[in-house]
């Protein structure tokens, strides 16, 4: 990182700040960091009235969750593990992202049918084994869904 330091008019009393470019930025964060980050990105500039993010976080280096829900098909609230590498074009983790945002808003199709719901009621999708995603602590159950405690 670079170690050039820029005046900080908005604050005079903090003097001085690191200066950071976009490209150093990019490459401090780890690939799961990345792929959030484009995810927001993405849900923002591109954003469908029929999806409703409800939280989205990195779980390991390696993955990221996201908790939503559609206003369409009554299937409340839903979950998606993605995991990678591999990432959607290779070595790019902000492809993973993008292609990310643009599943979430994609209809489920047969994913239906591999829905598992957790203890707190979220639908996840494609979830194998006996292990859901852990939630972030700060994460509370939007309105109107009902949380089951103990889970």
Request: proline letters at 9%; a neutral charge; glycine letters at 10%.
């Amino acid at each position: 990182m670079r170690t050039t330091q820029i005046a900080d008019p908005a604050h005079p009393a903090l003097t001085l700040r690191p200066l950071v470019t976009k490209v150093e930025t990019m490459a401090i964060l780890g690939d799961a960091e990345r792929v959030v980050r484009v995810f927001r990105k993405e849900m923002e500039r591109y954003p469908d009235p029929s999806v409703a993010v409800h939280g989205v976080w990195v779980e390991t280096p390696k993955s990221a969750c996201v908790v939503y829900s559609l206003s369409y098909g009554g299937l409340g609230l839903l979950g998606r593990r993605i995991v990678f590498p591999p990432h959607a074009f290779d070595g790019n983790p902000d492809s993973t992202g993008a292609d990310w945002a643009q599943n979430v808003k994609e209809p489920l199709g047969s994913a239906v049918s591999y829905l598992r719901k957790d203890g707190r009621g979220i639908s996840w999708i494609g979830v194998r084994g006996d292990t859901f995603p852990a939630l972030p602590q700060d994460f509370s159950m939007p309105a109107g869904t009902e949380q089951i405690t103990g889970a």
